[in-house]
Structure formats: structure tokens, C-alpha cells
């Protein structure tokens, strides 16, 4: 199979090429790129509504569920209100119908009043302002020509986005760094004004002109970002710091919420005043035409430009960093720094950043305070080695890849009971004098004594925790009270109690966990909820809105999104596709789904359980006592893309397959991660302070021996999958459907063969690892007793040699990629 064409979600629309100040840091203006000297001041009419043409049909193309524009230049506020009126109207009207618009403008602040103010309020265009801290800091390198101060200016700017009318607006402040400034006092200035979010920008610079580096320090960049993050993290991390978050994430595994670190492949494109589509702005800081792709809104697609060899370049991971970059113990998390930064004349691109030292240097230092820091959880014990008899049993259970209905059961009454402690711990950090927080956890306390089942319920769902995390680690601490509050009303409406709750609201949406969501005025702060035997109630700026019992049918008020359930005999999962928290995965979700689309889901679901129960026995009683929630992804048409989140124990994600067969893979893969992680909360299977990375049989890049365990233990359900539809298809080719079940015999033998060899050859490398403890060599021989079982098993000499090849392959090129490990 071809593989997918890669989409592209983020554009920046250029739709002004000129600035009224003459910062001299400006990569458009001060760089090694001219193209600006050639491109008209503002992007044409004509240019505009092609543009917009094109991003439609790119997202209708591939069914993305929402595109990103940014509005930008050059200064954008100099295209003026008329323009930007025009070409935000043709955004919009190009895609409705296909997919949600983020729209959003970012400008130096210079222009900005309330009639742009009113204007973005209108057509829901969020601001974000260029400012480097201070007065003395900003006026460095952000002056008008003439030499004047800009601050005032700017200040006056942020301000207005402080109003009650327009702070909403406010999408927060970028702060382009200068080791010559004070690092706490950049930092304490811009925090002082209260932005939404903070994006530290390092200075664009490559290998030919490498960034200043004044005094001793070999990593000064390092140095300013750590004093930086210190004084954040005393704090209480009160701001979301784009970097940092980022940071952060990769260290757990998630994906970076920047283009400047982390592997996910970019997806972005600019669009030129003049309609020609570019590459990343930042590549003007590396040759002239860097950006250039030789294509245009008026005669390519956006299909087209992804296919160009600097798109592309930019999609493969791992695969097109340098070979240093492939070798460093950072590489996860740096993803070899932003890509126009790795430039030299003499092998382009093919290079570390030039900040490496600096990134390096400053992910493990966020990383050996974040080790330090953070606590385990209250009433969370490890059973290590003093294990009773029965849990081993159960353990050896779980390792041969499989869990029977009470064995899961009990990993979900731990996971439970950590998901309590947790919450427990969340509730300590509400102020003391936020009576809203007070209230809900006297109510949830309350339920506790008259409907522990009800609050059970709320506080298992699988997007509980990693809220919480977000709150115990300083990432949301802004959620406290909402996130309280959402859990009290939701336990209030199962257990059937009477009382009322208020609860704050996410952009007009009420939440209510594993229940559904309410959709109230945007401009509602919160809701008042009240429950009783019959319904509830929820009472919003003004207005009382009246709902019959919770599980009510969809689509009976256009307020009510009840969670849908797929209810099939021995087995119940919900669709979630209403909670604002369900993004724990590593992909997009999809917005609510149609009711077509949620009966396909349902239908599709209902075949891939059969297939289940028929095929793979052992591991329906284990999905029907575990899985509860499948949230759906959003990926291109044909992508066999699913998930599993260590912090959502209950819940996979995928977007759905083309066959109801790879559903029921996808189910039993992504579930053993779930399985797989609930154990590791419990059990020490390998020294988590090694750090070497190992052969992945799969892979293209070494692996933590995390990351290894976790991937062997998910293929012992591929590679099982794969034995079952060779058998099933040769029987079914032998009852009459020769033709076909011969084909889909040799499929499936192929890739039964494929996934043996690889998973056989993963287990032997854990067992060989030298890191796991002796609860965990007992665990990976659990696994190595399914697996050599398989190898009685016979398979044709044609797929054998075949998939022996592969592995051979696999490894010689691995090795070539990873020579030093």
C-alpha cells in the first residue's frame, strides 16, 4: 500500500510584505533572504479568495477536522480593516461546511485600537503580540527607524486586549531572546501583564552565522532559558510557556506544541502577498530563496506542495536528522532543533542545530529537576518484589499477553484508587477562599457516602488524570476549580442527587464527564446544574435550560451532546467524542461525530467484537472488563491510526479503519498498552534510571527500554491477530472461497511471519537488556513463553525467507543508521 500523502494543517497568509518598525533581529528583513523586495505590499483580492480556495480543498481533501491560518507579514495591521475583513470572510466562507477555522493575527502591537479590536471580535480573530520584556530589553532590537522606542506603543496595545470585551481575543505574547537582557526581568515584565501564553523564541541563526555567544558560558542560551524556568517553576508555572510545555511533553512522550523540537513532521506552509506558496518563514535565515518552492495558489494544489523535496524533507521524523542528531540521548525531544537552524553552506541541512549545545544542556536540565521534584502520589506503593502468590499468578497471566475479566478488573481498581489519590491531592491545591471549589468537593465528598458507584464512575474516566497531572504539575493550574466542579455535577447527575452545582465553562461548553456536554452562549462564565430523579437542570446567563435523564437521545435539543455508548452483548464502550479533555493522544481528534458516522462507528465496532470473541478469545474478557471509552481520531482517509495514552487507563483512539477486521486489531493492539501501563504503575519491571536505548525490530531509531517493552508487548497481540486470520482463512478457502481465501491465507501467513520475527527478536533483546529487574525478567519470560510457542507453529518456506530478509534488511540499515549504538 502507497503511503498517505502527508496534509498540511497550518498556513500563514502574508497579507502585508512591509513593517513600520525596523527591528534589527527580523528574519524577513535583516536576514540573508531578499525575495520581500519583489512581492506586493498587500496580497491582492484575487490572491486572497484563491488562497482560501486552496486550503478548502486541501482539508476537504483529506477530512481534516480543522485548519490553523495565521495572519501575518511583514505588519499585518498595515493591510488595514477593510482588507482584513475580506480576507478573513473568504476563509471563512471557503470552509464552511468542511472543517472549523482557527484564525488568528500576529502583529507588533504598533497599530492596534478598538476598531481592530471590534473588528477581530466579530470575525473571531485571536492576537498575538510581539514583545522582548521590558523597556530596556524591547527597545534592543524592536525600534521604529528613526531610532524611537516602541514600548509605549505596545504596552497600549496589550492593554486593550485586557478588556473585559476583548480578552478573549488575546492569543498571548512572543518574546524573541537576547542573552544580553535579564533573563528574570524579561520574564517577570511580560508575566506582569497577564498574557493567556508566553513563546520564547531563540534568535534565528545557522552555522555561517552562528548567534552571538558574549561572555564564558558554552551554552549562554541554555543558561538565560534555565534562570528562566526557575523562576517560572517557583512560581507555580503561572502562564502556559509554549517551550517549556513543549519541553515537558516530549520528555513523556507527547508530541511538542512547537516546529522548533520534538520529531512530529511539520505541516505547515506560508502563502506570499503575491500567491506564491513558501516553505517555513524562518528558512529566510538561511540563503536567499531558501524558501522558494516554484509553485502558487493559482496553478498548484496543496498536494502538490507537500510533495516538494523540502516539504517532504521535513516530514520523516527521525530519518532526516544528521547523523549526531540520530545518536544524542536528547533526540526525542530536541528533534534536531528548528530545521532552518541546522543550515551550513557546506552540506545544507544535514547538521545539528546550531543551538545544539544549548538545547541539549537545557532539556536535561528541565528534565533532572523535574526528576527531582515530583513525588510520587499519595498512597501509591510500588509491590515490587513482595508480590503475593495470587498477583504473580496474575502477573504471569498479564505478561503471556493476555487478562482475564477479574485480572483487568483488578488492574482498573488500582488504577482507581490512584486516580483517587490523585484527585485528593488536586483538591488540596484549590485557594482556600474559592468557594466554588469548596462547594464541589463537599458534594463530591457527600456523593462519596450516599453513591460511591457514582462517583467511581466520574473519577475513572479516562480523561480524569491526566487532568489532574496537568494541575499537580503545575500546567493547568487555572483548572482546578472548573475541573473539580465538572466531577461533582457529573457524579451529582448518576447518583440522582438534588443538589446544585456551579460550575465554569470551557468556552461556553459545560462538561460533563463520560455524561456528554452541554452547549450554553459563548460568553457564559458559568453554569448552575442541578440534578434530580428526573433530569436536570442548567441555568446560564440568564437563561434555564430543562433535560430529561442524562443518557437522553441524541439530537432532542441542539444543547445536548450526550457521550454515545456501542452496547453489544458482553460488551459496552463509549464514543467519545464531546469532552474537551479527550486530546490525551498523540493525533487530532475529530469533532462530534454525525449521527451517520456514529452509527458506521457502531456498526463497524459491533463486527470487529465478533471477530474478537470468535477469534481471540483470550483477550475479549480482558477488553470487555477494561476498555470503556474510544475516542475517534481525525487522520487522512485510509490511515490505520490509533492510540493509547499511559495517563487514560479505559481508553484507545482511532480513527476508524476501512474494515471492521482492522478495528478489531487496532482494539487489541492499542489495548495491551493500556493493560501494559496499568501494571507498570504498580510494578518495577526495569531500572527506570537507565538510559540506554536499544534495537527495535520495528524501528528505525533505538528505543528507551520503555518505549521496547511497551512496543513488544502490544505486537504479541498483532502477531496473534495475524496467526488467527491465516487460520480462519484457510478454512474459509477450504469450504468453497478458494480464490479469495487463498489470498487473504498468504496475506495473513506474510505478515504472521513478519510479526513473529520481529516480535520474537524484541523479547530477546529485553531479556538480554541487563536493566530489568527480577520481577521484570520474570514478565518478559511470561512473554517469551507465548512467543515461543509460536515457532512450532509452521508457515511457508516463501514467507519464512521473506520475512527473515526483512529482518536482515531491517537490522543492516538500522545499523547504518545508528552506528554508535
Known sequence: MDRPLPSLSQFVLKVHSRCDLACDHCYVYEHADTSWRGRPRVMPEKAMEKAAERIAEHAAGHRLSAVHVVLHGGEPLLAGRV???????????????????????????????????????????????????????????????????????VLRAVELLQRPEYRKLFAGLLCTIDVENDPVAVYDALVALDPPRIDFLLPHATWDVPPPRPGESATPYADWLDAVYRRWD??????????????????????????????????????????????????????????????????????????????????????????????????????????????????????????CPDLRELIMNIRDQEAAARPRPTGFQLTGQNAEPAELAELDELARGFGSTETVARLAAAQLDLDRALLAAVSERAPRTDKVAAAAWELLTELDQDAPDAVDAVVAHPYTRPWALRVLEGRAPATVTGGLAELAAAGALRARHGGSVRVPLRDGLLRLPGLGAVTLTPDAGHADVTADADGFTVTAAGRTLRFGRYEGVDGLTPHWQPVRLAEMPGWTVALEDTDPLRDAHQWPVTRRLSAGEAKMWAEDLTEAWSLIQRELPQYAPGVAAGLRVLTPLHAPEGSEVSAASKEAFGAVAAARPLTPDLLALLIVHEFQHVKLGAVLDSHDLYDPADSRRFYAPWRPDPRPLAGLIQGTYAHIAVTDFWRVRRLTAEGEAAQGAAAQGAAAARTAEAQFARWRQQTCEAVEVLAGSGALTPLGERFVAGMASTTHAWSAETVSAAALAEARRAADSHRADWLTRNPLT
Open 83 to 153: 482588507r482584513l475583513r475580506k480576507v478573513a470572510e473568504a476563509l471563512y466562507g471557503a470552509l464552511d461546511g468542511v472543517c472549523a477555522l482557527d484564525l488568528r493575527i500576529h502583529t507588533n502591537g504598533v497599530l492596534l485600537d478598538s476598531k481592530f479590536c471590534d473588528l477581530f471580535a466579530e470575525m473571531n480573530i485571536k492576537v498575538g503580540v510581539s514583545l522582548d520584556g521590558d523597556k530596556a530589553s524591547n527597545d534592543r532590537h524592536r525600534r521604529y527607524a528613526d531610532g524611537r522606542s516602541s514600548h509605549p506603543q
Open 234 to 355: 517557583r512560581a507555580g508555572r503561572p502562564v502556559p510557556v509554549r517551550l517549556f510545555d513543549s519541553v515537558l511533553r516530549t520528555l513523556r512522550g507527547e508530541s511538542s506544541l512547537t516546529e522548533s523540537l520534538g520529531l512530529a513532521p511539520a505541516d505547515l506552509v506560508v502563502i506570499e502577498t503575491d500567491g506564491t506558496f513558501e516553505q517555513a518563514d524562518s528558512l529566510k535565515t538561511a540563503f536567499d530563496g531558501a524558501p522558494v518552492t516554484g509553485m502558487d495558489v493559482f496553478a498548484n494544489t496543496l498536494d502538490e506542495v507537500v510533495q516538494h523535496p523540502g516539504m517532504l524533507a521535513r516530514q520523516q521524523g527521525i530519518e532526516q536528522l544528521s547523523e549526531q542528531c540520530r545518536a544524542c540521548p536528547v533526540v526525542t525531544s530536541c528533534g534536531g532543533g528548528l530545521y532552518a537552524h541546522r543550515y551550513r553552506t557546506a552540506n545544507g541541512f544535514d547538521n545539528p542545530s546550531v543551538f
